[in-house]
Structure formats: structure tokens, C-alpha cells
T-cell receptor, first 113, second 115 residues
Framework: EAAVTQSPRNKVAVTGGKVTLSCNQT?????MYWYRQDTGHGLRLIHY???????EKGDIPDGYKASRPSQENFSLILELATPSQTSVYFC????????????FGPGTRLTVL | GDSVTQTEGQVALSEEDFLTIHCNYS??????LFWYVQYPGEGPQLLFR?????EKGSSRGFEATYDKGTTSFHLRKASVQESDSAVYYC??????????????FGQGTVLSVIP
């Protein structure tokens, strides 16, 4: 069964530290996305990718970098973590096209102290 | 830019009650509209979608009709069950902005159904 997995599922980091969140998909989808989920804001797009080697800025990219080394893997990198980046992060994959569904991973809960 | 507004942040109902969650959107093009549902501890999953005016999407007893005139896509269910307790997101995807399937989500509505 096609799936999107994320690691770690929970992470506690210190302010100023580097954090890497990983995502793997077996859907063979070209597009991958990183969102953060916050109460009152819903899901907001941070970065996305059209395929291996490509990354694009989403709606709230400041403080985040992304890396897509292969079709299957998409990472979100926080070079200098801040408490305001405490959130739940979701990765998703999907094919191009306005009708296409996005498939989400189970999420990573990040706490920055 | 595109936006989606869900009026209700939280809804508490008893089993067999009627559910309405309001969703209004703003988009420069002709978007596809979605409802996603998120159960505790999981990522969002697609409930259904609609891509043209007056089209009705439906799944698991939930339904919504695309209304271009009022820019709305309200979610309804005639009789909710405890198992429907979840977070519901209205979303849109608009190719007109070169979005390439990017989704814009509403704020989410937490539905709690009391047995």
C-alpha cells in the first residue's frame, strides 16, 4: 500500500540548534510538500518540490530550508531552531494536477525549548 | 492570494444531530475544492472534492455542493456519529496561480460528537 512516513515522530530541540525532519513516500509521486499545523491557522505550506533536486518556497518559508535528494525523500531543515517553530509538521505527496489528492504522513511533533 | 475561511472553530453535537460546517473561499481562478478529515494521531485524508459549479461531492454520509455564486462549499451530514469526531479542513487548489496542486487550507473545525 502506498504510504508517506515521517521521522522522527516526536522531537525536542534547543533554541539555536539544527533540526532535520525526514519524509519518505512510496507513492512514486512527483510532488512533495511540507506543512505546519497550528491551532487557528490550519495547515500552512512551508516548502514543496516538483521532483528530485527541486525545492520551492511555499507561503511561510522563512527560517526553513528543504532538500529533495531523490523521488522518495524530502527533508525539512531548521538551521537555527526557535520556540516559534514549535508545531506539528506534516509531509505530503501528490501528482501534479488540480484534481489530484495529496497523501499525508502521520506528522512530527516538534518542541523547541 | 487565495484564501479559505471556515466559520466554526469548534462544534459539539450529540449523536444523530445534523452537522453544518461553513466554508467560503476566495480565488483568482476556478479552483477545485476539497474537504479533508483528520482523525486523532493521523495526518489529514481526503474526504471528497468538487471541481465545477453545482457539483456535489460526497463520502461516508458527508456532502457539500460547489457554489461559485456564493463562493461556498459547506459541509453537511444529516446524522453524525461518535466516530465522526475529528478535525475537518476545507481546502482549495487553483491552477490559475501556477500552484501545481498546492493546497490552501482553512483554519480547521474540531467536531466533537457526544454519545
Amino acid at each position: 500500500e502506498a504510504a508517506v512516513t515521517q521521522s522522527p515522530r516526536n522531537k525536542v530541540a534547543v533554541t539555536g540548534g539544527k533540526v532535520t525532519l525526514s519524509c519518505n513516500q512510496t507513492n512514486n509521486h512527483n510532488n512533495m510538500y511540507w506543512y505546519r499545523q497550528d491551532t487557528g491557522h490550519g495547515l500552512r505550506l512551508i516548502h514543496y518540490s516538483y521532483g528530485a533536486g527541486s525545492t520551492e518556497k511555499g507561503d511561510i518559508p522563512d527560517g526553513y530550508k528543504a532538500s529533495r535528494p531523490s523521488q522518495e525523500n524530502f527533508s525539512l531543515i531548521l538551521e537555527l531552531a526557535t520556540p516559534s517553530q514549535t508545531s506539528v509538521y506534516f509531509c505530503a505527496s501528490g501528482d501534479p494536477g488540480t484534481y489530484a489528492e495529496q497523501f499525508f504522513g502521520p506528522g512530527t511533533r516538534l518542541t523547541v525549548l | 492570494g487565495d484564501s479559505v475561511t471556515q466559520t466554526e472553530g469548534q462544534v459539539a453535537l450529540s449523536e444523530e444531530d445534523f452537522l453544518t460546517i461553513h466554508c467560503n473561499y476566495s480565488a483568482s481562478g476556478y479552483p477545485t475544492l476539497f474537504w479533508y478529515v483528520q482523525y486523532p494521531g493521523e495526518g489529514p485524508q481526503l474526504l471528497f472534492r468538487a471541481s465545477r459549479d453545482k457539483e456535489k461531492g460526497s463520502s461516508r454520509g458527508f456532502e457539500a455542493t460547489y457554489d461559485k455564486g456564493t463562493t461556498s462549499f459547506h459541509l453537511r451530514k444529516a446524522s453524525v456519529q461518535e466516530s465522526d469526531s475529528a478535525v475537518y479542513y476545507c481546502a482549495l487548489s487553483d491552477l490559475a496561480t501556477g500552484g501545481n496542486n498546492k493546497l490552501t487550507f482553512g483554519q480547521g473545525t474540531v467536531l466533537s460528537v457526544i454519545p
